[in-house]
């Protein structure tokens, strides 16, 4: 079973910048691809970027690309989304999770999320 802790998140003005933190621990971290989602009050989930397990490749959802960078460093079984030029619309609960390629788009690929970290972008 992996555990998984995000960090980072806070209070930020539109424009500003912030990076996530996600600790993960169990299984071998650097087995998966790992993904960032997000969920906006009211809201469904919803993917934000993810990485390939070797960091060779990353994948953005059309709403972050340019803004965020998603990266990861197996050796701290850590992944790291820096996201730039904060809109409001940003504003959500960011998750990680192991990150599993769909028809449309990617999910999570454990039932156990972790607790996330709020993100909250003022104009």
């Known amino acids: 079973q992996v555990q998984l802790v995000e960090s980072g998140g806070g209070l930020v003005q539109a424009g500003g910048s912030l990076r996530l933190s996600c600790a993960a621990s169990?299984?071998?971290?650097?087995?998966?691809?790992m993904g960032w989602f997000r969920q906006a009050p009211g809201k469904e989930r919803e993917f934000v970027a993810a990485i390939s397990w070797n960091g060779g490749s990353t994948y953005y959802a059309d709403s972050v690309k340019g803004r965020f960078t998603i990266s990861r460093d197996n050796a701290k079984s850590t992944v790291y989304l820096q996201m730039n030029s904060l809109k409001p619309e940003d504003t959500a609960v960011y998750y990680c999770n192991v990150a599993v390629k769909g028809v449309i788009t990617w999910y999570g690929g454990l039932d156990a999320w972790g607790q996330g970290t709020l993100v909250t972008v003022s104009s």
């Open positions: 169990g299984r071998t971290f650097s087995n998966y691809a």
